[in-house]
């Protein structure tokens, strides 16, 4: 009998050990999960914060994801060289092709290789002289300035001007043919919808009188 008793003592009191071990043990669990669930969250944030980074004054920035380390963003957030204050003169780096070749020709060769090409400034950005449109005959091309390194002067609009660099060919999205019609003082709600542009990426530009 003594034993028997002794028996369902101890099955009593493990009974109530386990209730009282119960709380404890459920906020000892809560606590990672709520840790775990803040770490999940965080790429969330992070992803949507990336979403938002073309939004604002730069959006649509052409410039956008050209930079070696591929971000989405405008590079330098968004803040572009200052254009020069003189009005003709050789921007960024020396030339290296010997001969210049008009840019008609070079859009028609369509070569990979780097290229002097000669032509007339017809557009300018007009905000920093970050971007400018090179017109030989009817053929134009967008010239971009390699890593976003210098600009161009923003008055230079007419005059004749080599460049040099690698041409392509580029869908700029609508949102920044929009960007690109503001920054030329133009009205943006007046343009729409994708376009494709012969794109000079350029390592050197000369503006001359």
Known sequence: MTTMRLAILSLLTAAACARDVSPAATTKTDAPSQAQHQAAGAPGEHVAHASHAGEGEHAGCIYAGTEADGHGACPGGGQEPDAPKASTGHFGAPFRVAASVPLHEAIGKAAADTVLVSGTVEA????????????????????????????????????????????????????????????????????????????LTATGVEIQS
């Open 124 to 199: 300018v950005c007009q905000k920093k002289g970050c971007w400018m449109v090179v017109k030989d005959g009817n053929d134009t091309a967008r010239v971009m300035m390699k890593d976003h390194a210098f600009a161009v002067p923003i008055d230079s609009r007419g005059k004749p001007v080599l460049v040099e660099g690698t041409l392509t060919k580029r869908t700029f999205d609508e949102a920044q043919v929009k960007h690109l019609e503001q920054d030329k003082g133009g009205d943006p709600s007046k343009v729409a919808g994708p376009r494709d542009e012969h794109v």
